[in-house]
């Protein structure tokens, strides 16, 4: 387990055990977080949340870049969070947020970008990409999916995996 500072707001939460990173994001007054990781991590998560002085009940926003269960797992911790996935990323409102849609690890993969910060799932990792022979994959998409990230323009990037 480990926390990383990456921006004076955001933080990267990764887990010894089985499961996704974890990406907390302070706006305003607004916590945000990204994926959930495992219910094997919940007691590391919930520690390191209130290491930042952040309730559950405080969280504002989850976001999924998918709904593959290491990334979902803990979402009934939060229980005032608005969810923000694939299906319903019009309700998503916060400024300085842009949603990218980038299905082929599955179809309803999105990657997030914030203060150039692009938060990537499990399409891009810092090496190599993912997975696409899943059941849910959409592998003829991955490429386009691909060629969208390229351009854009972040200067970290925070995958689902480390
Ligand atoms: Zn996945």
Redo the contacts with the bound molecule.
Sequence with gaps: MAIINMRPNIWQLYFKRFGSCVYVIRMGQHNILVDTSSKDNEEELLHELKKLKIEPRDVHYVLLT?T?S??IQNLDLFPNAKVISKENIKEFLLPRWRVIETPG??KDSICFLHEEVLFS??TIFNIGI?RTDFPESEPEKMRDSLDKLKKVNYEILAP?HV
């Design positions: 998918h593959h290491d990334h690890h599955t799932g499990d993912g689902g």
